[in-house]
């Protein structure tokens, strides 16, 4: 008879423990918090068996619920096609492309390459950094490592100025894969292979497919649109009852949060600066001068998503947002070569500027004021203390926030003055 203290839990013959039972601790028995343990340990089921085949087999796009182990069988495939990797860059081998959307996604994927195999991975965030790496630098990189780990944008960087041939890639990953669909560096890397008489294998991961709310009839197309843009066959687990064994499926509460209240005005204030630079851009026609890429499209997406902070979340975190928006446009700015692009982006990163000034007025940014967030994040903060009982006396007041240290905060200089005051510095 088991005690009923352990309860194993079977995976494909293999027997664990489940975290509330390991003797060991709360991580003990998880192989993914486990960087020691071999990889043979790690055995795959049924349905990632079923898609590895078809990647195999064909340019694939894995469409599976998050949780469900896409980037494993990403690095399956890549063990698989290992050989074609191992060497020397060309003429004896070739390299692996794992291709995220933003730089805190390539720690992830590196972290999961190395634990899973033993081939050698580089990994590249930081598109200020790196674009400015010369060829011999990227050939230096390509010959140490068989696994590059890189965000969309520096690999487009790195493609376009011909550091690395399409030709040389033997298997090319596609993380959240469809964005694609959008005026995105994905559809713009896929573009090139036009042009490629070898292309590389393609692989696709995404959960958004299976996650979006549509009718069927809009799903189908959205699938057809993303299969022709990335030459690739979307596929599923076939057996749906066993996927579900293995992903999460949480209990859902609806709770209840009462409307925001503005008495300062500056929510109306906001919205209104926001509404009125979303209406300009939507009136401007910009069709004629640009044919490729759509030059409204990045300052559209950053004040929608503005908004929408300052719609759900308040003021507070409106201007938090903003910040953050604001240093990841100066990246953009400085290395956007069509003029019109770089006045749009202007725009955009003026008119956030604007938004933070406003925001200065009525709280300082360094402080948390409960009064310009809504409802909804205040309850938020309560249900995440309810399940942190063991720092609750920590977050009991906001002084623990506001007596933080400054560095945490986003500066609103130009990335342009950091590096002439990072220059000072090593002088």
């Given at each position: ?136 630098r990227w050939s230096q990189e ?85 299969e022709r843009i990335l030459r ?69 997406q950053i004040l929608s998503d ?122």
């Open positions: 008879m088991k005690s009923p203290a352990l309860q194993p839990l079977s995976m494909a013959g293999l027997q664990l423990m489940t975290p509330a039972s390991s003797p060991m601790g709360p991580f003990f028995g998880l192989p993914w918090q486990q960087e020691a343990i071999h990889d043979n340990i790690y055995t795959p089921r049924k349905y990632q068996v079923e898609l590895l085949e078809a990647a195999l087999d064909h340019n694939t796009i894995v469409c599976l619920n998050t949780g469900s182990g896409k980037t494993f069988i990403a690095v399956l495939l890549t063990k698989e096609l290992a050989h074609q990797i191992r060497g020397d860059l060309n003429p004896h081998a070739k390299r692996t492309v794992f291709l995220v959307n933003s730089a805190n996604q390539v720690a992830q994927q590196v972290s999961a390459v190395r634990t899973h195999s033993d081939l050698k991975v580089g990994e590249y965030s930081d598109l200020e950094v790196n674009a400015s790496w010369t060829k011999e390509f010959t140490k490592h068989q696994v590059l780990i890189m965000t969309c944008y520096v690999a487009l960087t790195v493609l376009k100025n011909g550091y690395l041939s399409l030709s040389d890639i033997n298997l090319l990953v596609f993380d959240e894969c469809h964005l694609a669909i959008l005026d995105h560096p994905y559809r713009e890397i896929m573009k090139l292979c036009e042009s490629c008489p070898s292309c590389p294998r393609i692989l696709g991961l995404t959960a958004s497919i299976l996650n979006g709310k549509c009718d069927p009839e809009e799903l189908e197309e959205k699938i057809q649109k993303l690739s066959d979307a596929e599923t687990a076939t057996d749906l009852v066993v996927l579900d064994r293995y992903t999460s499926q949480p209990c859902e509460i609806v709770v209840d949060c009462g409307p925001f209240t503005d008495r300062s005005g500056l929510y109306e204030r906001l919205l209104m600066e926001l509404e009125a630079a979303l209406d300009f851009i939507n009136d401007c026609n910009v069709a004629v001068y640009s044919k490729e890429r759509d030059s409204t499209l990045i300052s559209k503005c908004r929408a902070v300052l719609v759900v979340l308040g003021p507070w975190c409106a201007d938090k947002v903003a910040g953050m928006m604001v240093r990841e446009l100066q990246k953009y700015i400085k290395h956007e070569q069509e003029e019109l692009h770089r006045k749009f982006l202007l725009f955009t990163d003026t008119l956030l500027r604007k938004i933070h000034a406003l925001c200065e007025e009525y709280f300082s940014p360094a402080s948390l004021d409960l009064k310009y967030v809504t409802p909804k994040v205040m309850k938020l903060l309560e249900i995440l203390r309810k399940y942190k009982p063991y720092e609750r006396q920590q977050f009991e007041s906001v002084e623990w926030y506001n007596n933080r240290n400054q560095d945490n905060y986003v500066s609103w200089s130009d990335s342009e003055d950091d590096d002439d005051d990072e220059k000072k510095k090593k002088k």
